[in-house]
Every structure is written in C-alpha cells, then in structure tokens.
C-alpha cells in the first residue's frame, strides 16, 4: 500500500479539467501564496477558513473520527505553515498542496498503533443518521463510508478527491503522483470492489 | 473490451451522468454496457452522498485555528529572531572565551604536576641505582627544585583571558553585562520576565501548563488554557501524577515534541470536573491578569558553563510576551539565558519532523 506518496505535479493548467477557472483566479492564489510565505497571519486566517472544511472533510471520510479529523486538519496547517518556505506555487491549486499533506499526515496516524488503539473505529460513522431501509438503500452514508475505508489506501484517495472533494482527473493524478490513466483504472477498480462490500453488506443484512 | 478502454467509458460515463447525458456515453460499449451503468450510478450516488454532508467548518474546526495561529505567532517570532543583527545576538563575552579561559588554566597546571610527581619519583629511583642511597636525598632535592621551577616558569607564561579573573568566574556565577549596554545575561527565566522571548524559541523547550481537560481518550487529552490555545497531551508509564479526567483543571508539566503535542512528565490535578468532588488542595497557580498561559523554563536555563542545573522546581515562570524584546536581548543558546541546543527540534515548535510533512511539489 502506498502510505506516502512523493510527488511532483503532473499536470499543468492546459490538461485541467477545470479549464474554465479564470487567469485572475490563479494570480489570487499566487498572492495569498506569498502572502502565506511572508507568514501574513491574515493569509493564513483565509487560507484556513477557505480550506480547512474540505481538508477536515477529506481526513474525516478517511478515519471517521470528527475529533481526531479536526485535530489533524489543524496539523495539516501547522505543517503547511512548517514547509511554506519551501513551496513553489506552479498553478497547481494551494488545496491540492494540502490534501497531500492530509494524506500524509492520515497515514502517519493511522500507523500510529496506541493512537489506532485510542480511536477505536467505533466512531464509524459518527453523527450520522441510522438507516431504516436497508435493501431499498444501497448507499446508506454510514455503509458507505465503511465500506469505502476497506478500499486500498489509493483506491481510498481517488473516491474522495474524485467525488467527495469534486476534483477533476488531473487534479487527482497530481495529488497522488500518478499519471491521469493511472487515476482511471483506480477509479475503475474502486468502484467494483465499492460495489462488491456493498452487496455483501445488504446480504449480510438481510440474512 | 481492454481494461484501459473499459476505464476510459467508465470515466465518460461518470462525467456524463454529472451531466445528465451517460446515456451518450454508454452508447459505445457493448457487453460492457450494463456493469458500465452499475458502476457511473453508484459514482452518481457517491457525489449525492457527498452533497448532504456538510462541507463547513464545524465548531471544533473553528477552535483549532487558535493552533494554527499561535504556530503562525511561533514562525514570525523564529523568523524575526533569525533575522535579527548577529551583532546583537552575540553576548560580550563569547562563551568559547570562557571556555578556553579555563581550559588554559587547568592544561598546562596538570601537566605541570604530573611532570613534578613522575619526573621526582623517576628521578629518585634513577639517583638511588646511580649513586647509592647516600647521595640520593640532596640529589632528588636539586631535581624537584629544578622541576617546580620550570612548573613556575611554565605557569607564570599563561595568557591572562578576558584581562582579569572576574570574567572567568562568571561561568559559574554572575555574568557581566555587555559591554553595549544591552541586558545581561540572566540564568533562568525567573530572574528575568523578559527572557520568555528567547525561552519561547529554544527547541523541545519544557513547559508547565494549566488548563483544562477535554477529549480525554487513552493516553491522550487535550489541554485548553485560559487563552484558548489547545495542546494535545500525550502520557505515557512515566508520566508520573493524577488521572487527567475530563473537564478537570490540571497542571502539566512536559515537552513540546512539535506543533502543540505536549508530552507530560507529570499531570496534577488543580480542580475536580464541575460537580464531582475537590479531592485535590493543590494552591492554583498565580497567573499573570490577562490570563496569559505560563511557559515555564526550567533546569536547562541555567550558567554558561553547559553543565546539568538543579532539579526543575516545576513552578510557574513569568508570562510568555509574545512581543520580541529589546535589541539585544536575544541570547544564544549556550550564554546565560539559553540551555544548549539538543537538537530535538526547530525551536519553534513546527515541523517535528515525524515524516508527515509537506513534500515540495
């Protein structure tokens, strides 16, 4: 399983699918970048408040814990902050900077075997409602997101980026470090083995 | 149909049914057609979950930017430190000056003694086979005088450092104040409210900390201080204390191992949670009137010499000013105010290095 991933972007705004996203767009996001790297609290306050949902969102969906996610997205920032210095912002969205620091950090909290043992998956699903129709629901949101974590860590990342974070193709192939095909076939993978722990899940039930 | 094609009409007819059009693109797939459709519907029903969750920041989401900006606080005062003119970060007095003040001293003393003790004794054995024991007594005589001269000699020739003695002395003692009028050097926190400064930026620093206990789950809690920043507190066998339970006010005592993990080497229980009873009598800790949360420097604080200081007394050191201090107030590690570095860290509490951080894209 590939628990870090290392990557350059692979991707550059000719290929993005969200083609239409203007130029003035890409010049805000340059200067809040700078602005980030001259440790502007300010910046920070709106690079928190404009991504720090979408990063909680995708560590939330990935471990299940609200509490624990929100500690970790705050720790993506301070991580961020920690290697600001160092980013070279080459069109390539700041989210995607830290959906890959969310990965990173995910992984490193989920090898952690105390932790692992303290946050029990009990949690699955948290505040989520129970489902009352098992077999007239397919994707009852809890059974999803359980059968989701039994993904592959990349068949994992490709589900969230692709339709819970609403990330294009080539966006997602520059987040994980793997070419657009790559993303596709894992996509393609994903959503059989989804499909297979879902109808074993509504078997199991109505058993 | 190839696997690469299968991925690719799969891919269509997910775009497509976000678009209302999968219709178009399964026309191009043949036996494929059905498991085509099974799997762009379940895509479809993937987003509509995604859509009744809230993406918003929730209120825990909301607390923890107090984390992120106080790490914020920590770069720009590591930043402003770094930056400072090296001038005014040197003390007066280099401790390596100190350094080699005593180790000139005490070099050529000892070799000095153990030429009188080695070259007597080797002298005398030689002096006894040479001429009989009844020379021997006024011949080791005239060597040892001889010996202790050149000691003297040797001695005598030593280089004066700093230009007196005080100085030296100052290693174990009092430091002087700079000869530029900045502040001296002080030997722990408590001598000087002020040093919080240079105490904030010294890596893996101690801190003893009051707050109150929330998340509490296994060997971790989280530490909320009357200024609302959070440290996640981690125990461990050593930990030595109370039970942190939730929602009492404790004193912890601990590591900064990055970020605002806390590890605790002690935990003291201050108050009971709200409705169980006080067991505790512990005096409350005198916190400065604007709440300020009370880093406390301990034994590393103390000397220039780099040697172990007494026991940490645990207590609460001044309030942490956040505010850079005056020219040349910021020491070094290794003179006065600054243990020396352990190399545990950045000094700034970010960055701990566990491999989670950002790759340069």
């Known amino acids: 399983m590939n628990e870090r991933i290392f990557l350059r972007p692979k991707t550059d705004r000719h290929h993005r699918q969200d083609g239409d996203r203007p130029r003035g767009d890409d010049a805000a996001e340059a200067e809040l970048v700078a602005r980030l790297q001259a440790l502007d609290e300010a910046a920070w306050e709106e690079a928190y408040q404009r991504h720090a949902g979408q990063v909680y969102r995708y560590i939330y969906f990935r471990l299940g814990d609200q509490h624990v996610a929100e500690d970790l997205a705050a720790d993506v920032f301070v991580k961020a902050l920690a290697g600001i210095k160092t980013y070279s912002w080459r069109g390539t969205p700041l989210l995607a900077w830290l959906y890959r620091i969310a990965h990173n950090v995910t992984a490193d909290y989920r090898s952690s075997a105390a932790r692992r043992a303290a946050h029990s998956a009990g949690d699955l699903g948290g505040d989520l409602p129970e489902r009352t129709d098992v077999l007239g629901e397919l994707v009852a949101r809890r059974d999803m997101l359980a059968a989701i974590r039994r993904l592959t860590d990349d068949q994992q990342q490709v589900i969230l980026l692709r339709f819970y974070q609403g990330l294009s193709n080539a966006e997602v192939a520059a987040i994980i470090g793997k070419p657009e095909g790559a993303v596709k076939a894992l996509q393609s993978r994903a959503l059989k083995s989804l499909r297979r722990f879902l109808t074993e899940e509504m078997v199991r039930r109505s058993a | ?361």
């Open chain 2, 1 to 361: 149909m190839t696997s690469d094609r299968f991925d690719e009409l799969l891919d269509r007819a997910i775009d497509a049914g976000a678009h209302g059009t999968a219709d178009d693109a399964l026309a191009r797939a043949n036996g494929d057609r059905r498991e085509l459709e099974d799997l762009a519907e379940l895509a479809q029903q993937l987003r509509a979950d995604a859509a009744r969750r809230s993406s918003g920041i929730t209120p825990g989401l909301a607390e923890n930017w107090a984390i992120v900006r106080a790490a914020v606080e920590r770069a720009q005062l590591a930043e402003r430190e770094a930056s400072a003119p090296l001038r005014e970060r040197r003390p007066a007095t280099p401790w390596w000056r100190r350094r080699v003040a005593l180790a000139s001293l005490s070099m050529p003393a000892g070799v000095a003694i153990a030429l009188i003790l080695a070259g007597s004794g080797g002298a005398a054995a030689a002096t006894i086979v040479a001429v009989g024991p009844e020379r021997t007594l006024s011949s080791v005589t005239e060597f040892s005088s001889a010996a202790v001269h050149r000691a003297a000699d040797s001695l005598g020739s030593l280089p004066v450092v700093g230009g007196d003695h005080q100085d030296d002395s100052s290693a174990g003692g009092t430091p002087k104040p700079p000869s530029d009028g900045s502040a001296p050097p002080t030997q722990s926190g408590e001598d000087a409210p002020g040093r919080a400064v240079a105490a904030t930026a010294q890596p893996q620093e101690d801190l003893t900390l009051e707050g109150v206990v929330s998340r509490a789950a296994g060997n971790t809690f989280t530490l909320t201080v009357d200024t609302g920043e959070k440290y996640k507190v981690n125990t461990d066998a050593s930990t030595t204390g109370d039970a942190a339970s939730e929602g009492a006010r404790v004193r912890v005592h601990g590591r900064l191992t990055g970020g605002r993990n806390l590890h605790a080497d002690d935990v003291r229980v201050v108050a009971a949670p709200p409705g169980a009873p006080d067991a505790t009598e512990t005096p409350s800790i005198p916190r400065p009137p604007d709440g300020t949360p009370v880093p406390t420097k301990t034994a590393n604080d103390n000397g220039s010499d780099h040697t172990p200081g007494p026991p940490a007394d645990h207590t609460p050191g001044p309030p942490a000013d956040r505010t850079p201090g005056p020219p040349g107030d910021h020491t070094p590690p290794g003179e006065g105010g600054g243990g020396p570095p352990n190399g545990r860290g950045n000094g700034n509490g970010i960055g701990n290095g566990n491999g989670g951080g950002p790759k340069k894209p």
